[in-house]
């Protein structure tokens, strides 16, 4: 077959919003309606894409499908692990969909990713190794295989990193144009060589297609989005679109659609092939060496300054902020981390075999169960511990967890410590000093001097030894999780399953679908229209999902598919 390959990347991420003293999310006001930004962000996104509706020329529903099944796509494993405790049915979307992808082309569409957003050039070799163990690890008890490829952070890269992923064996990374000097021919994927006889794969986005798909009007149309794919792929290999994945829904409204528009016109197209880089890598091994500009990133066009210094890239360009904080942020939470890790390694002697080995297998272990934690401390303890010395032992290494979420990228990204992103990190950081005990009040002291000097633009907010005293330190006296690492209580997502679950279109619906009749289908008739738009997205992909699959579908349930917009496209297919 000579069709030309498409791969569409979409990086699925959330950073970790949680309060590290409650292990919940606090209601986030700017989320509105929303409880908070997961929530809302998931609702315009994530199970859209999961559950992907194709309309015909009147509006109605003709096909739901799983976009992820037909795309290459990473998802951040803070992400993951907040939609599986709190939207298991999206998440087993993202499962399913790797799964599918297996089976269609041979190889799973998802990428790791390491496990905090962080921007490895900006951190030591130590702290890449962790964090793509940890990714590494959390990706195999999510997914079930050994991934191929991961995904960088703002594809943040140097030739560390490289290093770091070809020693933990992933084959390959994705890069954007400006970050090699010069791309192999044909969309193909590149070599870069490590010394010691190891090398990576790299493939390199289109660079056009991208930015017209993530900040221009490719979205608005899909027939267009399917020929410019079309043209690009001319004299090509392959070409491949890497954009976040909060794009398809969330940046763009209705951007989902036209994402499952555009795949079904693409798989549909006679010249053209949906895959994934690992497949196609598997059968286009790279000929050509390449070499990688670093540090650098997709992001940031002066490298990866926008992550600790005011290089001039912000979100707003048009308001005339000051991101000097940047580097007052970078510098006073990097010192903190040292002084942490000099006390981790000084404690974890008397209780650990080797300490940081002790921190890399962690990451098996973040969700585990207690069974599971257990036999991890028995491995690594030096000597049977009692329970006090177990209990110590586990706060060092969440200890060592908040140094390590506390350097997420998002705290630096956009334009004002006063932020959600910044505020998160130091939550982290605080929580990290408690974990420490004593001796950390002295660390504290130190940090909250260093962060006055981290002024907001924002004259109300002050800067950030105001920022700790007003926001961050209020957040510790929440309800505290006694033991660090123990069994939460249940998520919040049970109570949202509770309440949609509840919801009378949902029960009318299900009714009817378990009891097709005249009765049940006029209550569920009644039920739609005191619907809001978030119950209809469930009950319509439901009902097309029970249609499709029925060899012959109620004529009752006929009726209501077209109440709600299901075109007869589904019911006869």
Request: aromatic share 6%; hydrophobic share 40%; glycine share 8%.
């Amino acid at each position: 077959m000579n069709s030309r390959s498409v791969v569409i990347h979409g990086h699925f991420y959330q950073p970790p919003r949680e309060n590290p003293w409650t292990d919940e999310i606090p209601r986030q006001p700017s989320a509105a309606p929303y409880h908070d930004w997961n929530e809302r962000i998931h609702d315009e996104c994530y199970r859209a894409v999961v559950a992907a509706r194709i309309l015909d020329g009147r509006g109605r529903i003709t096909r739901v499908m799983n976009a992820l099944e037909l795309m290459s796509w990473d998802a951040g494993p803070t992400l993951l692990r907040w939609m599986e405790r709190e939207r298991p049915d999206t998440y087993q979307g993202f499962l399913d969909a790797d799964v599918a992808s297996v089976t269609r082309v041979g190889h799973g569409g998802a990428m790791a990713t390491p496990y905090h957003h962080v921007i490895l050039p900006l951190t030591s070799r130590r702290e890449k190794v962790t964090e793509v163990r940890w990714g590494i690890a959390d990706f195999e008890r999510r997914f079930r295989r050994t991934p191929v490829g991961m995904w960088l952070p703002e594809t943040a890269v140097d030739m560390e990193t490289l290093e770091v992923l070809a020693q933990e064996g992933i084959a390959f990374t994705v890069l954007a144009p400006r970050q090699v000097e010069a791309a192999p021919e044909g969309g193909l994927p590149g070599r870069v060589d490590l010394g010691g006889g190891r090398s990576i794969a790299v493939f390199v986005y289109d660079g056009s297609v991208s930015h017209d798909v993530g900040f221009g009007s490719l979205l608005k149309d899909s027939a267009r989005w399917t020929q410019r794919l079309a043209e690009a792929s001319k004299g090509r290999e392959v070409v491949a679109v890497a954009t976040d994945g909060e794009t398809f829904g969330h940046h763009h409204t209705w951007g989902d659609m036209a994402l499952a528009a555009t795949l079904q016109g693409v798989a549909a197209h006679p010249d053209l092939r949906l895959d994934n880089f690992a497949s196609f890598l598997a059968r286009h091994p790279p000929r050509e060496d390449i070499t990688v500009v670093a540090p650098s990133s997709w992001s940031c066009i002066h490298g990866v300054d926008r992550w600790r210094r005011d290089c001039g890239c912000k979100s707003d360009p048009t308001r005339p902020t000051s991101q000097a904080w940047r580097a007052v942020l970078r510098e006073a939470l990097a010192e903190l981390a040292d002084a942490l890790h000099v006390r981790f390694e000084r404690e974890g002697r008397t209780l650990l075999l080797d300490p940081w080995a002790a921190r890399d297998e962690y990451g098996t272990v973040l969700e585990g169960s207690s069974e599971e934690r257990a036999a991890y401390l028995e491995r690594h303890t030096a000597v049977p511990l009692d329970a006090a010395a177990l209990s110590r032992t586990v706060a060092l290494l969440e200890m060592e967890r908040d140094v390590l979420r506390m350097d997420t990228s998002c705290a630096w990204f956009f334009d004002d410590i006063a932020r959600l992103e910044p505020l998160q990190s130091l939550y982290y950081a605080a929580h990290a000093r408690d974990l420490l005990g004593p001796g950390g009040q002295e660390l504290e002291d130190t940090l909250v001097r260093r962060l006055a000097s981290a002024v907001s633009n924002d004259p109300a907010a002050g800067d950030g030894a105001r920022l700790w005293r007003r926001k961050v330190r209020p957040a510790s006296r929440e309800k505290v999780v006694t033991t660090p690492g123990a069994d939460r209580a249940p998520p919040r997502g049970e109570e949202h399953r509770a309440r949609v679950g509840s919801s009378a279109i949902t029960q009318a619906v299900a009714r009817a679908l378990r009891d097709p009749s005249r009765d049940t289908v006029e209550g569920a008739l009644t039920a739609v229209d005191g619907a809001d738009g978030a119950d209809l997205f469930d009950v319509q992909t439901t009902l097309a999902r029970a249609l499709a699959e029925a060899d012959d579908p109620d004529p009752h349930l006929v009726r209501l598919a077209e109440r709600l917009e299901i075109a007869p496209d589904v019911v006869s297919s």
